[in-house]
């Protein structure tokens, strides 16, 4: 079973950036897709962006294309969300998630067998 620990999270203005980390505990995780997911007060988790296993493909909802970058470094189990001109609406808590290799990286989360905790994105207007 694949552990996730998110880390990265925190208050920024508006504009500003942030970089998120999932450190997976096993290596089995190399051989998953990776996936973010947000979830505001009161809203349903949505799809952030998806990466392959080989980091060949990758997927992003249209509210972050442009501004978030997803990037996988399997060496070190790690996966990671760069997200750049962040905007009040970013606002929730990011969460990381390993599922199964599929092409291109799935958007629901029904197709992601593991999940971290979560961190929390505040960002100030």
């Known amino acids: 079973q694949v552990q996730l620990v998110e880390s990265g999270g925190g208050l920024v203005q508006a504009g500003g950036s942030l970089r998120l980390s999932c450190a997976a505990s096993?290596?089995?995780?190399?051989?998953?897709?990776m996936g973010w997911f947000r979830q505001a007060p009161g809203k349903e988790r949505e799809f952030v962006a998806a990466?392959?296993?080989?980091?060949?493909?990758?997927a992003y909802a249209e509210a972050v294309k442009g501004r978030f970058t997803i990037s996988r470094e399997n060496a070190k189990n790690t996966g990671y969300l760069e997200m750049n001109t962040l905007k009040p609406e970013d606002t929730a808590v990011y969460f990381c998630?390993?599922?199964?290799?599929?092409?291109?990286?799935?958007?629901?989360?029904?197709?992601?067998?593991?999940w971290g905790q979560g961190t929390q994105v505040t960002v100030s207007s």
């Open positions: 998630a390993a599922g199964r290799m599929r092409r291109p990286p799935a958007e629901t989360s029904r197709a992601y067998d593991y």
């Open positions: 096993q290596r089995t995780f190399n051989s998953n897709n």
């Open positions: 990466i392959t296993w080989s980091a060949s493909m990758t």
